[in-house]
């Protein structure tokens, strides 16, 4: 028989709970947001280096096709560009987009042995103009930047020159940056270091065959203080003398396609027509002509 003096026996159970694993999700998030920022700044960096005939070349890349492209309102910096065929339209009007597919004229084919023949020698002629251009293009432009790393003087106007690749050819330009012009305000002669660069230009272009063309370029503000003497005046002088410059260097006067004064008319910066930019010089080496193989009407 048990003791009155017996204590119970109490057994406690504790029950353990399992906290659940934290998930990864955010991690993933974080990962999406770190890469969002990478591509962010890699597309800024990208910006940055591109010049503005890089730009406006993917512009017109993504442009809609065989659409005229011409400015609206007023034309000035907050004009825009409206892709139409009327042209400026008042605000509130409704845009009209107007697409026209052309088929382009196919060629006759060649009929005779004769004429089979000299459409081949043509089309092989095309090719080896086309790559010996291109060759003659990389060379220029390569030997162009490397006078100006090799020459302090020059190096100092690497801003101030734009050498890309058009359809015309390969086009050298010079042009104003705001604090450094090229030439003295409404004076057609150019500082020496623009004579200096441009004689440094005509050394490279001596060596090639192809011809040159050279244009004058102003912004929009007017001529001062010349009565009767405007920008188209203006222009034509300065790429009169820059065709003097680069004769006297060696190139000879037949290799001088044209020489032309364009004023205020083709902008590098259309959005902005009195921007220091748009006063410069282009020399263009202009891609050879095809010679016509002997019996051969196209």
Same mark, same amino acid.
């Not at 560009?81 to 004229?105: L, N």
């Given at each position: 028989m048990a003791a009155k003096n017996e204590q119970p026996i109490i057994i406690k159970k504790v029950k353990k709970v399992v906290h659940g694993h934290h998930g990864g999700a955010w991690k993933i998030a974080y990962a999406d947001f770190v890469t969002a920022m990478m591509a962010f700044f890699l597309l800024m960096w990208l910006i940055s280096m591109t010049t503005p005939e890089q730009k406006q070349g993917l512009a017109d890349y $993504? *442009?809609?096709? #065989? /659409?005229? +492209?011409?400015?609206?309102? %007023?034309?000035?910096?907050?004009?825009?560009? %409206? @892709?139409?065929?009327?042209? %400026?339209?008042?605000?509130?009007?409704?845009?009209?987009? &107007?697409?026209? &597919? =052309?088929t382009p004229a196919q060629p006759k =084919?060649?009929?005779?042995?004769? !004429?089979? %023949?000299?459409? *081949?020698q043509m089309e092989k002629l095309l090719k080896e103009k086309s790559a010996r251009d291109e060759r003659? $293009? +990389?060379?220029?432009?390569?030997?162009?930047?490397? =006078?100006?790393? !090799? #020459?302090?003087?020059?190096a100092q106007l690497s801003r101030n020159v734009? /050498?890309?690749?058009?359809?015309?050819?390969? +086009?050298?330009?010079?042009?104003?940056?705001?604090?450094?012009?090229? @030439?003295?305000?409404?004076?057609?002669?150019?500082?020496?270091?623009? +004579?200096?660069?441009?004689?440094?230009? *005509?050394?490279?272009?001596?060596?090639?065959? #192809?011809? /040159?063309?050279? =244009?004058g370029h102003t912004d929009a503000n007017p001529v001062k203080g010349k009565a009767g003497y405007g920008n188209w005046e203006l222009t034509s002088d300065r790429a #009169?003398? *820059?065709?003097?410059? /680069?004769?006297?260097a060696g190139l000879s006067g037949d290799r001088i396609y044209q020489v032309i004064g364009k004023a205020d008319s083709d902008p590098l910066f259309p959005e902005d027509p009195y921007m220091a930019a748009n006063r410069r010089l282009s020399i263009v080496l202009l891609r050879e002509a095809p010679v016509t193989p002997p019996g051969f009407s196209p």
């Amino acid at each position: 028989m048990a003791a009155k003096n017996e204590q119970p026996i109490i057994i406690k159970k504790v029950k353990k709970v399992v906290h659940g694993h934290h998930g990864g999700a955010w991690k993933i998030a974080y990962a999406d947001f770190v890469t969002a920022m990478m591509a962010f700044f890699l597309l800024m960096w990208l910006i940055s280096m591109t010049t503005p005939e890089q730009k406006q070349g993917l512009a017109d890349y $993504f *442009a809609p096709a #065989n /659409v005229s +492209r011409s400015t609206s309102g %007023a034309g000035g910096i907050m004009g825009g560009t %409206a @892709f139409d065929e009327t042209g %400026a339209r008042m605000p509130g009007t409704k845009p009209q987009i &107007v697409m026209t &597919v =052309s088929t382009p004229a196919q060629p006759k =084919s060649p009929e005779t042995a004769e !004429e089979k %023949a000299a459409a *081949a020698q043509m089309e092989k002629l095309l090719k080896e103009k086309s790559a010996r251009d291109e060759r003659n $293009f +990389r060379s220029a432009a390569e030997s162009i930047r490397q =006078s100006m790393r !090799e #020459n302090p003087d020059l190096a100092q106007l690497s801003r101030n020159v734009i /050498v890309d690749e058009t359809p015309d050819g390969l +086009r050298i330009q010079i042009v104003d940056q705001d604090g450094r012009s090229m @030439f003295p305000a409404d004076m057609a002669e150019p500082y020496e270091r623009t +004579r200096q660069l441009i004689d440094e230009v *005509a050394k490279i272009l001596i060596k090639l065959p #192809n011809r /040159v063309s050279i =244009s004058g370029h102003t912004d929009a503000n007017p001529v001062k203080g010349k009565a009767g003497y405007g920008n188209w005046e203006l222009t034509s002088d300065r790429a #009169n003398a *820059a065709r003097r410059i /680069v004769e006297n260097a060696g190139l000879s006067g037949d290799r001088i396609y044209q020489v032309i004064g364009k004023a205020d008319s083709d902008p590098l910066f259309p959005e902005d027509p009195y921007m220091a930019a748009n006063r410069r010089l282009s020399i263009v080496l202009l891609r050879e002509a095809p010679v016509t193989p002997p019996g051969f009407s196209p």
